[in-house]
């Protein structure tokens, strides 16, 4: 089956320099999140999209922008970058129209930020 | 405030034995619960869930019971495999609809020894 697509998997950026994360849900999932998971951390919420309007925020930095397209595909923009924001950025997607409420997780973007 | 636990962060089990991984909320809110398996530098893959209106869910070698009076529940894993060993998150969702986000524990990491 179809899994939760992430590009790409792995980044190296310097400090200051932007970055462009995508994320591509299962086949008419309706709903993508994005999570960030530091060394030694659990996943912690960014934020989320259904129908490609933004349905939640955690605990995402100014400095990180998301949108969802018309395909439904997400993107997660991060700006100035700093040493900080090195991690596992997750991609989650849901088919909310069915009622379901499970997330599935895509193979995560590791960004390293020198 | 971590309102999910996992107090156990590690957990070694015989295989062929029942692992049994925990969990603890605070968050009265929490409507449906997930038990996610998660391998180093990939993303958390989806194992099993349980919504509030249920005490009990089965699926093959998982088990997930819920005690909402003690707001705590478990996975047991019977019987354990060497494959079954990694990283167990326990996860809850607040709210219907299904695009609620995703609080994780803190996770368990479980050794299955042949």
């Known amino acids: 089956a179809a899994g939760v697509i992430q590009s790409p998997r792995h980044l190296i950026k310097e400090k200051r320099e932007t970055a462009t994360l995508k994320c591509y849900p299962i086949p008419r999932h309706d709903t993508v999140y994005w999570y960030q998971q530091g060394p030694g951390q659990d996943p912690q919420f960014l934020i989320s999209?259904?129908?490609?309007?933004?349905?939640d925020k955690g605990s995402i930095p100014d400095r990180f922008s998301a949108q969802q397209f018309s395909d439904y595909h997400s993107e997660l923009n991060m700006s100035s970058l700093e040493l900080g924001d090195s991690a596992l950025y997750f991609c989650?997607?849901?088919?909310?129209?069915?009622?379901?409420?499970?997330?599935?997780f895509g193979p995560g973007t590791r960004l390293l930020v020198l | 405030d971590q309102q999910v636990k996992q107090n156990s962060p590690s957990l070694s089990v015989q295989e062929g034995r029942i692992s049994i991984l925990n969990c603890d909320y605070t968050?009265?809110?929490?409507?449906?619960f997930l038990w996610y398996k998660k391998y180093p530098a990939e993303g958390p893959t989806f194992l099993i869930s349980i919504s509030s209106i249920k005490d009990k869910n089965e699926d093959g070698r998982f088990t997930v019971f819920l005690n909402k009076s003690a707001k705590h529940l478990s996975l047991h894993i019977v019987p354990s495999q060497p494959g079954d060993s990694a990283v167990y998150f326990c996860?809850?969702?607040?709210?219907?609809?299904?695009?609620?986000?995703?609080?994780f524990g803190t996770g368990t990491k479980l050794q299955v020894i042949p």
């Open positions: 996860a809850a969702s607040a709210g219907s609809g299904g695009y609620q986000k995703v609080t």
């Open positions: 968050n009265s809110m929490f409507d449906y």
């Open positions: 999209f259904y129908e490609k309007m933004q349905s």
């Open positions: 989650a997607s849901s088919f909310r129209t069915s009622g379901s409420q499970t997330q599935y």
